[in-house]
């Protein structure tokens, strides 16, 4: 009879802490406002083009036959539409490495492209969500 008891009460207990655990979890779904993924012509990349914003730089880039390519293939990729500066970061290195860029002190990465990110933080953060990014560059 007392370990009846014992059981009976261990289960309450049990009970207890499950109602007290479930009632500490949400079911309330996460709403994404807007994808990652931006597209082709998404924000980013139309500003970054734009003549008051990284034009120039873009310029510069598309005449060194080293950092062409590996900006054409970020822009293919739709890259730079990505949300998170790691997201563009992750999508770019296949296209720098295919471009034969194999350090990160390549002067193409620190020219042109860390470049690009700090005019795109400076004059097109919102639209490249670069605004919180912590570049610091």
Do not use: H, W
């Amino acid at each position: 009879m007392r370990r009846a008891l014992v059981l009976l009460m261990m289960f309450a207990v049990l009970g207890a802490g499950f109602r007290l655990l479930s009632a500490c979890l949400t079911v309330t779904p996460i709403i994404v406002e807007r994808d990652a993924f931006g597209g082709p012509d998404a924000g980013c990349l139309k500003c970054l083009q734009g003549p008051e914003a990284c034009a120039g730089l873009i310029e510069d880039c598309e005449g060194d036959p080293r950092c062409k390519p590996i900006y054409a293939c970020m822009v293919r990729e739709t890259c730079l539409d990505l949300l998170t500066l790691d997201d563009k970061i992750k999508c770019g290195l296949p296209c720098a490495q295919d471009a034969g860029i194999q350090s990160a002190s390549d002067p193409v990465i620190t020219t042109y492209l860390v470049g690009l990110v700090a005019c795109g933080q400076e004059k097109c953060a919102g639209p490249c969500n670069l605004s919180d990014a912590g570049v610091g560059l």
